[in-house]
């Protein structure tokens, strides 16, 4: 070196270490190679950070060219004094670009040169920054190659919304290639209808960051190249970067599922309307049934075949209700208990006849629904169809007597409830009272218990009798 060197090596260390903080600072520093350039390039100081980025101690590299550092001995002090050109006529010098260790290893390095002036504005050296940016790099590819090969379209937008990156499943998603997307507005991917209010959406996301579905609960549409709209659904995901916060989107086109959506609901109502006909007719079917036995009824003579008759009329009108009900409400998987029995009730006193004008219906239900399942919704009308017409034939057999038949449904929890059948009249005999009888409708009444899934027990009701079904329930379903 010549006297020059020496005399801006001095005003070199008297300007950079005549601060004290700045001095620790530098020297302390770890995750970046920090070091002074002389004005022909050679190193003149050396942190911590540069001796644990490159490998080489201060001893090593003080009075080096820093070309030392330069992939490829044939134009690597070439290159090196480019830098410091650039950096002398631009005022900075800035690049990401390989650079070797002292075992001859490479990394990619984020390299600043920055010019160290006097107090006359007159350039005495170079303050060179490199940073290893190999991990970030690594991440950054590996990040890249998972976008690009998602199985659904992703865009990454900054904080104004312009699209700076998008993968080559969005080519196929909108029709645009992927140069004709980077740098425009994510704006031009919206239907004209919803651009107004977007990009408040937009600025609202990056307000509270969190990843979540866009537009929940409402329909979402992109645009595509050629002018048409096609349903999508948007995730948002916050990213953060060196260039600040963005947010990936990964759309997916769900024309497909919206099709097969509406392919499904249209075959849902066509099944609804078909079950609606079909209980329409078992119904009519049923009456029909009804009617002939009224008119054989009519034509019997001895009155325990009438008797027989109208009985089996009233468990036929006791199925009929059933697909009423469905008939009217739509729902053909289940059936409200307690409407049924406040129909039932109607039914029972406009066929009961002279019984009603003696003996009072008292009907107790829950104000919520009770609701069975169609499948024991036949069963447990018969089994109430037959516990109720007992009562009133058996209960009171004094003609000049009055009396009442309570029906009652409680619900017990979520899954249970219990129908009473209650009278207070002359109750059962005693070899009756485990239903050991020739009647028909006591002979059903265990038989449709066992159907519904219940347990049906007898008490003595003081006087009467009282039978209690506790059977189970459908939950009910809040949409």
């Known amino acids: 070196m010549n006297m020059n060197d020496h005399v801006t090596h001095r005003q070199i260390h008297n300007m950079t270490e005549s601060d004290a903080a700045f001095r620790l600072l530098v020297t302390c520093v770890q995750d970046y190679a920090i070091y002074i350039l002389d004005l022909s390039g050679h190193i003149i100081s050396w942190n911590i950070g540069a001796e644990r980025i490159h490998g080489y101690n201060s001893d090593e590299v003080i009075g080096q060219h820093f070309s030392i550092f330069f992939p490829g001995q044939a134009n690597a002090h070439e290159r090196s004094m480019q830098e410091l050109e650039q950096a002398r006529t631009m005022g900075r010098f800035e690049n990401d670009d390989l650079r070797r260790r002292k075992d001859g290893s490479l990394f990619l390095a984020q390299v600043v040169v920055t010019p160290l002036l006097d107090e006359a504005g007159v350039i005495q050296g170079f303050a ?65 209808r919803f651009r107004h209010g977007h990009a408040a959406l937009r600025n609202g996301f990056f307000t ?24 999508v659904e948007i995730g948002l995901n916050p990213i953060d970067t060196e260039h600040g916060k963005m947010v990936l989107a990964a759309i997916v ?105 003696r003996i009072q219906l008292n009907i107790e239900t829950e104000e919520q629904p009770v609701l069975i399942e169609l499948q024991r919704a036949t069963p447990c009308g018969l089994l109430i169809n037959e516990l109720v017409i007992n009562a009133f034939k058996h209960a009171y057999p004094d003609p000049s007597e009055t009396g009442k038949v309570t029906i009652k449904l409680q619900r017990l929890d979520a899954t249970r409830a219990v129908l009473t059948v209650a009278d207070h009249g002359v109750g059962l005999p005693v070899n009756d009272s485990q239903l050991h009888t020739k009647s028909l409708g006591l002979q059903l009444i265990p038989i449709l218990a066992d159907q519904i899934g219940g347990e049906l027990s007898i008490h003595d009701n003081q006087p009467g009798v009282r039978f209690e079904l506790h059977l189970p329930i459908m939950e009910e379903t809040h949409s």
């Open 128 to 192: 060179k920054v490199t940073r290893d940016v190999s991990t970030r790099k690594r991440l950054e590819e590996s990040f890249q190659q998972v976008v690009q090969e998602a199985p659904n379209a992703m865009i990454m937008v900054n904080l104004e919304g312009i699209i700076v990156l998008a993968n080559r499943h969005t080519e196929t998603t909108f029709g645009y290639l992927q140069h004709e997307l980077m740098g425009q507005s994510i704006e031009m991917l919206v239907p004209e």
């Open 208 to 231: 509270t960051p969190i990843a979540r579905p866009m537009g929940a609960g409402r329909d979402l549409y992109g645009l595509h190249k050629d002018g048409s709209e096609f349903p």
């Open 253 to 357: 086109d769900i024309t497909s599922r919206k099709q097969a959506q509406q392919q499904i609901e249209a075959a849902l109502a066509e099944k609804t309307v078909l079950l609606n006909e079909i209980h329409h007719r078992v119904k009519n079917n049923l009456q029909v049934i009804i009617s002939l036995l009224n008119m054989q009824a009519n034509l019997v003579l001895d009155q325990a075949m009438k008797d027989v008759l109208i009985d089996s009329q009233t468990r036929v009108r006791s199925m009929a209700l059933i697909h009423q009900l469905l008939y009217e409400r739509h729902d053909f998987s289940r059936v409200d208990l307690g409407e049924y029995l406040q129909r039932f009730g109607q039914l029972l006193l406009s066929s009961l006849g002279a019984l009603v004008q």
